[in-house]
């Protein structure tokens, strides 16, 4: 059979650790560059090892992942604060503050591609929910597309409208709210509008998160957040400024 080879019994162990690494996008060192398939003869009781094109797939998924948020960034650039989405680095610090255990509703503004939304759906309880805005359809769609998880949903929507969009699908509050948007080059009016409306949704000891590349967002949630942490993160491009207003 082309493409296939044999693996005597006694590499079950190898094999299965070679499948599962290619199961968890992990480097196996076994597996090299490349990814396998593991599957067991019912018949001789013998491993078949097919080499399976998942490196191509992924630099697919990848390259089409940027593809899109560069598009979407071409189409509205003062709405999309980069062309590159941010570095796991810049995740982690972000959300590390979250009391996940007491998180029921996750908000974020201007997902993009979604860069976020995994980390956010790996961390969020069974029972919560996870609500993106942004009012690019190219976005809305490919999340659409591309999630498939019954707590999440994607809106196409103005974060202007942050109490309405919560109470339409059946939440009093959000717990804590995410935000990437440029608040820098936003058409007038619009991030004094965002700080206001998500000051008004969150729930006393909710929080507001925000990661720019300028302080001008801090100047919005200045008036109505008390207390504002700050943070810096040095592995993104750009090194972004960091802000979680908390609402005491």
């Given at each position: 059979m082309a493409g296939l080879r044999?693996?005597?019994?006694?590499?079950?162990a190898m094999a299965t650790r070679i499948c599962q690494a290619a199961e968890t996008n992990i480097p196996s060192p076994y597996s090299g560059t490349a990814y396998y398939e593991v599957a067991l003869l019912s018949?001789?009781?013998?491993m078949i090892l097919t080499r399976a094109p998942r490196l191509r797939d992924r630099i697919a998924k990848l390259l089409g992942q940027w593809g899109v948020f560069f598009r979407g960034f071409l189409e509205h650039p003062r709405m999309v604060g980069s062309i590159i989405p941010s570095?796991?680095?810049?995740?982690?610090?972000?959300?590390?503050?979250?009391?996940?255990?007491?998180?029921?509703?996750?908000?974020?503004?201007?997902p993009g591609v979604g860069t976020f939304c995994g980390p956010v759906l790996e961390r969020l309880r069974g029972d919560g929910a996870l609500i993106v805005i942004?009012?690019?359809?190219?976005?809305?769609?490919?999340?659409?597309?591309?999630?498939?998880?019954?707590?999440?949903?994607?809106?196409?929507?103005?974060?202007?409208?942050?109490?309405?969009i919560v109470r339409d699908h059946g939440h009093d509050h959000a717990d804590y709210v995410l935000s990437g948007l440029p608040f820098s080059t936003l058409p007038a009016g619009v991030g004094p509008a965002i700080a206001a409306a998500t000051h008004a949704v969150l729930r006393p000891?909710?929080?507001?998160?925000?990661?720019?590349?300028?302080?001008?967002?801090?100047?919005?949630?200045?008036?109505?957040?008390?207390?504002?942490?700050?943070?810096?993160?040095?592995?993104?491009?750009?090194?972004?400024?960091?802000?979680?207003?908390?609402?005491d």
């Open positions: 044999y693996a005597p019994q006694c590499c079950l018949q001789s009781n013998q570095s796991r680095f810049t995740i982690e610090q972000m959300l590390e503050p979250v009391k996940w255990n007491e998180c029921k509703l996750f908000v974020e503004y201007g942004d009012t690019n359809p190219l976005f809305i769609d490919y999340l659409n597309r591309t999630i498939a998880d019954s707590r999440f949903t994607a809106v196409l929507g103005s974060a202007e409208d942050v109490e309405q000891g909710g929080a507001f998160l925000v990661y720019q590349f300028s302080a001008a967002a801090r100047d919005f949630m200045a008036k109505h957040f008390d207390r504002i942490d700050q943070g810096y993160e040095f592995w993104n491009i750009l090194p972004c400024k960091l802000f979680w207003g908390w609402k």
